[in-house]
């Protein structure tokens, strides 16, 4: 299957951001937010889902990392759901677990077209590299908000850069898993027959 692709741009008082996404690619990955961890985390996330991911943002980081950790996902995760479109013949579900160090997080994922987050744990530090933690799960919530999934995760562990390390490539890798094409199929996995 080609063209599951898409490009998004958001420009608000407090971002202006761009994303190009393509879920059928190889890997590469483009990120520019001002937020070295943030960047980090989104070459991360494209690097295990196999996903080319482009993402500019211009934010107000002289507030602070929240509107554009924030935007951001809501940006990725429109992209996301405009490049599933009608999400056929996608496998849906998935689940991954991936340790880094002392650390684990587990992502369960269903590309459901119902958006839903559930979060379990605690991040052992405040921030990382310029990025508060908290705004880890913000962003997972923002963007399974805005790709219409379900998306349920947990960290533990007790350094706060593994434990986000290891939530953005467990849902990665879920992500990877949950949108690979089945071949059996020809509609989307639903008894509605759509999604």
């Known amino acids: 299957m080609t063209g599951r692709t898409a490009a998004v741009t958001r420009e608000t008082a407090e971002t202006d951001i ?7 690619g190889d890997g ?12 980090h985390m989104l070459d991360a996330f494209a690097t295990h889902a196999l996903v080319d991911l482009t993402v500019h943002c211009d934010g107000d980081l002289a507030v602070d990392d929240h509107h554009t950790v924030e935007d951001v996902g809501i940006a990725v995760g429109t992209a996301i759901d405009e490049a599933l479109g009608e999400k056929r013949a996608i496998s849906r ?9 002392e650390a684990s997080a587990t992502v369960v994922l269903d590309v459901s077209g119902r958006p839903h987050f559930e979060f379990d744990g605690e ?4 921030s990382v590299g ?12 923002s963007l399974a908000t805005n790709a219409s999934v379900t998306l349920h995760a947990s960290v533990s562990g007790r350094n706060a850069h593994h434990e986000i390390e290891a939530l953005f490539k467990a849902f990665a890798r879920a992500f990877d898993d949950a949108t690979r094409i089945d071949e059996r199929r020809g509609d989307p996995p639903s008894t509605k027959g759509e999604l």
Do not use: C, K, N, W
């Open 18 to 24: 761009e994303v190009t996404l393509d879920i059928d």
């Open 130 to 141: 310029g990025m508060t933690s908290y705004m880890a799960r913000h962003f997972m919530r």
């Open 28 to 39: 590469d990955v483009t990120v520019e937010t001002g937020i070295g961890f943030f960047d």
């Open 123 to 126: 991040f052992s530090q405040e």
């Open 93 to 101: 579900f998935a689940d991954r677990t991936v340790p880094m160090d």
